[in-house]
């Protein structure tokens, strides 16, 4: 497997400590601190010894509290070889800020990779608040922004918005809704991008679950993947699936005509403390 961490050209982000099942972070002038599975094991520095600072309160299953509370939205910027991505990362009942620091690897492999290819075809499946999108649109493509949750697609059109560009288009709608029209309609794409949940239930009550669900979809995907030039992702972040069953259901099912790489995504600390974050799945040719 391939490991990616988070790339030094983040300026406005910073993974200070974790452990104990928390995350000590920096966000732009914003210091945080947030709940994490993933951060086992004990911190660098004794929590007792971590700033005062914001900290996300779970209330329920999944939602909870910033206390004290953070400004509902601020914004942020990656700058990428060459070129600028901002967002508006965003406080809510939810302790993710809707911008996911380590998908910068991916924005690069992307943007350079679409770079050689002026408007191509990108769908983006379970876009949510769009950071891959706009970096599409940034390299000069045309991409189908596909997510059920209206909140989120506002939100990734503000995200476009604060970037200038308008080459997206936004469909609230259930995935596999979408792909199957697609797939009737014979539409074709040269880059799909996929980041599904482990489990939602979509704006009509349609649900959601990764290991029943994600396999008929990437079979579905096959016939709308460009062969002459392409490129997939398959990014999970919570699932019951090993690195390689994903790629051998990937094998089985899209079938892409390039080497599958299998890799991890992960956070640094500024001491080099590694922090894995999800398994990511891609190919390009």
């Known amino acids: 497997m391939e490991y990616f961490c988070l790339t030094p050209r983040w300026k406005s982000y910073t993974l200070m400590d974790f452990g104990e099942g928390w995350r000590w972070e920096k966000w732009g002038s914003y210091t945080l601190i947030r709940p994490d599975s993933w951060a086992v094991g004990p911190p660098q520095m004794p929590r007792d010894r971590w ?20 400004p509902e939205k601020w914004e942020i910027t990656y700058h990428g070889k060459g070129w600028t991505l901002r967002l508006w990362a965003r406080t809510g009942r939810f302790k993710h800020l809707g911008i996911f620091p380590e998908q910068a690897a991916h924005w690069e ?3 350079a990779w ?18 891959a999108s706009v ?19 506002t939100w990734a059109a503000e995200n476009a918005q604060l970037n200038g560009v308008s080459a997206i288009r ?6 596999r809704r979408f792909v ?27 649900r959601w679950e990764l290991e ?3 396999p008929p979809l990437l079979a579905a995907l096959a016939p709308l993947l460009s062969r002459e030039k392409g490129l997939f992702l398959l990014n999970i972040y919570s699932s019951g699936f090993s690195p390689l069953t994903l790629y051998r259901l990937l094998r089985e099912t899209l079938a892409p005509p390039a ?21 990511f799945l891609r190919a390009a040719w």
Do not use: C
């Open 51 to 70: 700033p005062q600072a914001p900290t996300y309160q779970p209330t329920g299953a999944y939602e909870g509290r910033w206390e004290p509370p953070l």
């Open 114 to 131: 679409l770079k050689k290819y002026p408007g191509a075809q990108v769908l983006n499946l379970f876009a949510y608040t769009g950071a």
């Open 170 to 175: 936004w469909i609230p709608e259930d995935a």
């Open 212 to 214: 029943k669900d994600l």
């Open 259 to 279: 080497p599958i790489e299998v890799g991890e995504l992960g956070l640094t600390t500024p001491s080099g403390r590694t922090l894995s974050t999800g398994i």
């Open 109 to 111: 492999w992307l943007y």
């Open 135 to 153: 970096t599409a649109a940034l390299a000069g493509a045309q991409v189908t922004h596909i997510d059920s949750s209206k909140s989120a697609l």
């Open 180 to 206: 199957q029209r697609a797939a009737r309609r014979q539409l074709l794409y040269d880059a799909i991008l996929l980041d599904p949940p482990a489990y939602g239930i979509g704006a009509e009550g349609q």
